[in-house]
C-alpha cells in the first residue's frame, strides 16, 4: 500500500490528462465525464492523503481548489501567489 510509505520530503508532479482522440461528439463526452469521475476519485481518495494541489494555473475560478489551498496554506495564500504571479508572470 502507497500510504505505508513515507512520504517525499521534495515535492512532485503527477500528472494525468484526459485526450478526445475521436470526433464523435457521444465518445468526447463519454471520455470527459468518465476523467473527471477519475479525477473526483483521486481528489477525495488520495490528495488528502499525499498533500495534492491542483497546477498553479488551475486556481483562478475554481472555489474548490481556492479553499484547499486556502485551509493548507493560510488565507493570504492566494493573494501572495496573485502579487508573485504579476511580477514574474505579467
Known amino acids: ?14 500528472v494525468s490528462r ?3 482522440p475521436s470526433d464523435d461528439e457521444r465518445v468526447r463526452k463519454s471520455i ?6 477519475y479525477k473526483g ?8 492523503v499525499y498533500g495534492a494541489l ?6 483562478e475560478g475554481d472555489a474548490r481548489v481556492q479553499e484547499r489551498l486556502k485551509k493548507r496554506l ?4 492566494l493573494t501572495h501567489f ?4 504579476a511580477t514574474y508572470d505579467p
Open 1 to 14: 500500500s502507497l500510504s505505508r510509505h513515507r512520504r517525499a520530503s521534495a515535492p512532485s508532479e503527477v
Open 18 to 20: 484526459r485526450y478526445l
Open 32 to 37: 470527459g465525464d468518465a476523467f473527471r469521475q
Open 41 to 48: 476519485r483521486c481528489e477525495s481518495d488520495l490528495w488528502p
Open 54 to 59: 491542483e497546477h498553479w494555473a488551475k486556481v
Open 74 to 77: 493560510g488565507d493570504d495564500a
Open 82 to 85: 496573485a502579487d508573485a504571479r
